[in-house]
């Protein structure tokens, strides 16, 4: 007889379908940095042209394929879930990471919000615990919905007594 | 003049004692003349002695004059009270800065007098809060630092500052817990601040000798030796030489940190602790704080079967090295340690649940990627050079003994691994140059973080965190059975991961 093995489920929700779009922005953003400066000096500097244009295609041709491909696995593996007890995640792939932040011990409920997430409608919450160990960020989240789930967790932890420690 | 400031409270503001300008005065000149010799050799050796005092003493007599003054200012300026609800101090010389502590969040009271202080009779008040302050600096602000004021000012404000609790608890005085002998010095050597101590030596014979512009004198006197007595003798009684003098200042140190240390409990839950030979240091603690307790077992010490005693508490940051503070008691035999534990936490004796035989593999594949590399970095100089015997030797034997060290961790931070639950505490050791066993108050878990790589995947283990507002903020099981730590997980804290997990038949 075996006995019955216990196993995590992964969390309900997908985050937004728009955090692929945002993703690939900052993925192209990531791809530039290195590959404009290169291509400039490429165009500017004759002798090295093939030493410097060479890579920055390599990069190039990498970062469009990555940014293109990543997302929609991404989207895929990352999941959260907010129930009335706790709030849960799941992040990553090679290295998997599950977090359990019980709503008893929640110190503060943020959303924020930056410039490219704002072009895209999305919006970050981040809720932290009295843990040095670090905050947990529910990372694009349609706009509107953060902020009703930031408010509704407010009210659920401000129902708790205690200093949350 | 204080009768102005009544107005806000009738708590009448204080001031800090006025001999601490004397410590100052006293302390800027043995600054003065330490740091002037030296600098009057180096001149009086070219122009000549009167010229060289001509500079330094007026020089050292305007740097004293500086502090001093800059200290009565501060001194002056300086003003705290102890009202209801708050501790307030007011201070600065050209930055006015106002801090205020809730009385309600104060968790530590922190006494030390440096040797100078206690001929004066003051000490230094640092008291602390149970803030944690995620952000970086900010625990900071969670500090206030009286210095320094009379010892029985010190003393009223420890008893005043903790009195708060007392109310519950019979006021039948300490209770001692644990008290330190002076045979327990003989860890001292064993801790690894011997050979620490030994390479800082190193380096101060080098910059001596870089002072006097002689910086290439060592290595001429080593050379001379190697000549004289051959190589090996030379190095053999060199690295003897170094430690013991490593194992004298380690004595020394740990001596002066830790002379009549004693652990109490005070009426009204807070710890005391008290030690120091020249520097004298009491830490207060208050219970309700206390997460738990940590055995560390670094590896010198453990072999001698010994350990020391850890709290994990809020507000008392864990995670530097070398930081003593939060310990309660230092290197010592396991079973006084244990002891004290027991008394500090309750029962921690329990059977560990071993890690799955996996745990091992992995370990020894880490190993092997060390012996390789380490086979690599001694064989690549071989084919490049050709190597004087003696450091193709020393290379090779370098290379050996670490290979050997790396095989044997692997098999003893396996043994280490363990895990279980008691009625208060969730119990994890791990680690091997630092054994370390943690009791973590499973009322004080604040939440689960599961990580799984895809390698440990493979091998089915898994490492839980379980994150706590107190100590280093969160505390491992390492590579555990994965389903079998879900099930230990969901035991440790009730209702917390068990709407998240499923159970299947295999």
Known sequence: MTAPRTALRPPQHQFDPRVLPWWRVQCL????????????????????????????????????????????????????????????????????????????????????????????????????????????????????????????????????????? | MNGIEHAEGAEPWRRLHRD????????????????????AIGIGSGPGLLIALAFVVPGAAVVIGLVVGYESIRLRVTRYRVTDARVEMHTGVLFKTRRSLMRERIRSVD????????????????????????????????????????????DRLRAELLRRSAVEAGEDGEQRLATWRPGWLKYAPLSFLTPMLAGAAVGAVFQVADWFGRGGLPVQVVGDLVDEYGPWTVLGLGLVGLLVLGAIASLALQGEAWWGHRLDREPGGTLRVRR??????????????????????????????????????IGLKTDQ?????????????????????????????????PHPRTARARRLRWAAVAVVVLAAAATVPHLLWDLP?????????????ASV???????????????ALTERHLVSR?????????????????????????????????????????????????????????????????????????????
């Open chain 1, 29 to 165: 953003i990531a791809t530039a940095v290195p590959v404009v400066p290169l291509a400039v000096l490429g165009l500017l500097i004759a002798p090295a042209r093939a030493w410097l244009l060479l890579p920055a295609a390599a990069i190039l041709v990498f970062g469009v394929a990555a940014s293109l491909a990543m997302p929609v696995w991404w989207h895929r593996v990352h999941r959260w879930e907010v129930t009335d007890t706790a709030v849960y995640t799941l992040t990553g792939y090679f290295w998997r990471t599950w977090r359990i932040a019980p709503m008893s011990r929640i110190q503060t409920v943020d959303t924020t919000q930056g410039p490219l997430q704002r072009s895209f409608g999305l919006s970050t919450v981040v809720v932290t615990t009295a843990s040095s160990a670090g905050a947990v960020k529910l990372e694009g989240l349609d706009q509107d919905q953060a902020s009703a789930l930031a408010e509704r967790l407010t009210e659920l932890t401000d129902a708790i007594p205690g200093d949350a420690t």
């Open chain 2, 20 to 39: 601490g300008l004397k410590v100052t005065a006293l302390y800027m000149l043995g600054v003065a003349v330490g740091a002037g010799v030296p600098v």
């Open chain 2, 111 to 154: 006494l030390t007098a440096n040797p100078l202080e206690r001929v004066f009779g003051l000490a230094k008040v640092k008291v602390g809060t149970g803030e944690t302050g995620s952000g970086t600096g900010s625990t900071n602000e969670q500090t206030l630092t009286l210095d320094s004021v009379a010892r029985a000012e010190a």
């Open chain 2, 276 to 313: 120091g030979l020249f520097v004298s240091r009491s830490l207060s603690l208050e219970e309700e704080r206390i997460r738990g307790v940590e055995i560390v077992e670094p590896l010198g010490v453990r072999s001698a079967g010994a350990g020391r005693l850890d709290v994990v508490a």
């Open chain 2, 321 to 353: 090295e070398g930081s003593d503070l939060s310990t309660l008691v230092p290197a010592a035999p396991l079973p006084a340690v244990v002891d004290a534990a027991e008394a500090v936490v309750g029962p921690v004796d329990c059977a560990l649940t």
């Open chain 2, 389 to 401: 015997a003696l450091l193709s030797a020393a290379i090779v034997l370098a290379a050996v003994l």
């Open chain 2, 405 to 419: 060290f790396a095989v044997w961790t692997a098999f003893d931070s396996y043994a280490s691994l363990g895990h």
């Open chain 2, 430 to 506: 791990r680690g091997s140059t630092r054994r370390a066993t943690v009791h973590l108050d499973r009322s004080g878990i604040i939440g689960w973080r599961l990580t799984q790589s895809v390698f440990q995947r493979r091998m089915g283990l898994m490492t839980l965190d379980a994150t706590t507002a107190a100590g280093k903020g969160h505390y491992a099981v390492i590579d555990a059975d994965e389903h079998e730590i879900l099930d230990f997980a969901a035991e440790a804290v009730p209702d917390l991961l068990r709407p998240f997990v499923v159970r299947s038949p295999e």
